[in-house]
T-cell receptor
């Protein structure tokens, strides 16, 4: 059973703070890692993906991957109320097959 | 560009009824997918089509069938709906076998009574 675990939250942070979202996965053979944002009642939208150990930055977002410890995280700098959403972690185990976590709900308070 | 278009957006079925969910993408993607999303369980793959002419089962295929009509369209059929199939259904597409992530449709909220 492939597992992707996320804390369901809610994670509450004040506006302007750094939000840190974490995800762990069970299969060491995992190849690619994705973060999606999902607003209530809407479909998931891709934020970023990471393949290699280390950090990858895109604007206010940074994805961090540690394959030895089997976790991937998403940092959101200068959090805004518009960042309030559920964040889904997805792990690709082989081609065409992804497993999603159940998501972490983020609340950014003005 | 419309991206991935799903119809209908909402549907209520009685137990035992059948229906087809339609999905079309205009991004020239090779791969298409059907997922269901249930509270607390995340997205689960029902079926996927790696390329035109092929379909494969995902994690939860029982009670569903699919058709890859052409490169653009991928439909999901419920032959005899059950209350356990009450869920939100998302169609998605990708290039390069998902290596760069998915583009999702807007979803279909299905209730089976």
């Amino acid at each position: 059973q492939k597992e992707v675990e996320q804390n369901s939250g809610p994670l509450s942070v004040p506006e302007g703070a750094i939000a840190s979202l974490n995800c762990t996965y069970s299969d060491r053979g995992s190849q690619s890692f994705f973060w999606y944002r999902q607003y209530s009642g809407k479909s998931p939208e891709l934020i970023m993906f990471i393949y290699s150990n280390g950090d990858k930055e895109d604007g206010r977002f940074t994805a961090q991957l540690n394959k030895a410890s089997q976790y991937v995280s998403l940092l959101i700098r200068d959090s805004q109320p518009s960042d309030s959403a559920t964040y889904l972690c997805a792990v690709q185990y082989n081609f065409n097959k992804f497993y999603f976590g159940s998501g972490t709900k983020l609340n950014v308070k003005p | 560009n419309a991206g991935v278009t799903q119809t209908p957006k909402f549907q209520v079925l009685k137990t035992g009824q059948s229906m087809t969910l339609q999905c079309a993408q205009d991004m020239n993607h090779n791969s298409m997918y059907w997922y269901r999303q249930d509270p607390g369980m995340g997205l689960r793959l029902i079926y996927y089509s790696a390329s035109e002419g092929t379909t494969d089962k995902g994690e939860v295929p029982n009670g569903y069938n699919v058709s890859r009509l052409n490169k653009r369209e991928f439909s999901l059929r419920l032959e005899s709906a059950a209350p356990s199939q009450t869920s939100v259904y998302f169609c998605a597409s990708s290039e390069s076998m998902g290596d760069y992530g998915y583009t999702f449709g807007s979803g279909t909220r299905l209730t089976v009574v």
